[in-house]
């Protein structure tokens, strides 16, 4: 098992177009995690999932951000119709649950920009 | 509200001296804390758990203490290396032990 995968690495898009990102957990992790991450700032939770069930989604995250873990493996993050305020690193992370002496193991990221 | 706090400026510290950063946080119970680094341009890679009845963890050049009356964890990296330089996020289990809560991480520059 090579990580956490994440594409694409980057992603410019226009305001207004929708933009998906991917995410290979460890397949053994059955807790998968997004954050978004803006310069200078720690990571922020969006939302996570426990096998295939989305189990808590930030009070934070708008209508336009929606998530998906089908059969419990690779997840997807779909942002529709983008604002400039969506440019930010968004990144995955996987854990086998809790309490894990392991921690998180994150992805690199995928960088999002929106002009 | 809740607050996780990390020094926002950069620890610059000369090679071979002991880098100490500090993590506080407000209005939350942790049943654990966690340290990351992270270099420009990657994700967080995990370092180091510690429980809350737990008063101190180590591995190799690390060390991390939790003091759960003072609500703080100190994170140490002893006979620091330039290759230390990096951000260090401090993190902790947020309302029912579901997610990380990270704080905003303090950069360390080891000068050679």
């Known amino acids: 098992d090579t990580g956490v995968s994440q594409n694409p690495r980057h992603k410019i898009t226009k305001r207004g177009q929708n933009v998906t990102f991917r995410c290979d957990p460890i397949s053994e992790h059955n807790r998968l995690y997004w954050y978004r991450q803006t310069l200078g700032q720690g990571p922020e939770f969006l939302t996570y999932?426990?096998?295939?069930?989305?189990?808590?989604k930030s009070r934070l995250l708008s209508d336009r951000f929606s998530a998906e873990r089908p059969k419990g493996s690779f997840s997807t993050l779909e942002i529709q119709r983008t604002e400039q305020g969506d440019s930010a690193m968004y990144l995955c992370?996987?854990?086998?649950?809790?309490?894990?002496?392991?921690?998180?193991?994150f992805g690199s990221g995928t960088r999002l920009t929106v002009v | 509200s809740q607050k996780i706090e990390q020094n926002s400026e950069a620890l610059n510290i000369q090679e071979g001296k002991t880098a100490t950063l500090t993590c506080n946080y407000t209005?939350?119970?942790?049943?654990?804390l966690q340290w990351y680094r992270q270099d420009p341009g990657r994700g967080p890679v995990f370092l180091l758990l510690i429980r809350e009845n737990e008063k101190e963890k180590r591995k190799e050049r690390l060390k991390v203490t939790f003091d759960t009356t003072l609500k703080q964890s100190l994170f140490h990296i002893t006979a620091s290396q330039p290759a230390d330089s990096a951000t260090y996020l401090c993190?902790?289990?947020?309302?029912?032990?579901?997610?990380?809560?990270f704080g905003k991480g303090n950069q360390v520059v080891v000068i050679p």
């Open positions: 999932f426990q096998n295939e069930a989305q189990l808590e």
């Open positions: 992370a996987s854990s086998p649950g809790t309490p894990t002496p392991r921690g998180y193991t």
């Open positions: 993190a902790l289990d947020g309302e029912g032990n579901n997610r990380l809560a």
């Open positions: 209005n939350y119970s942790p049943a654990y």
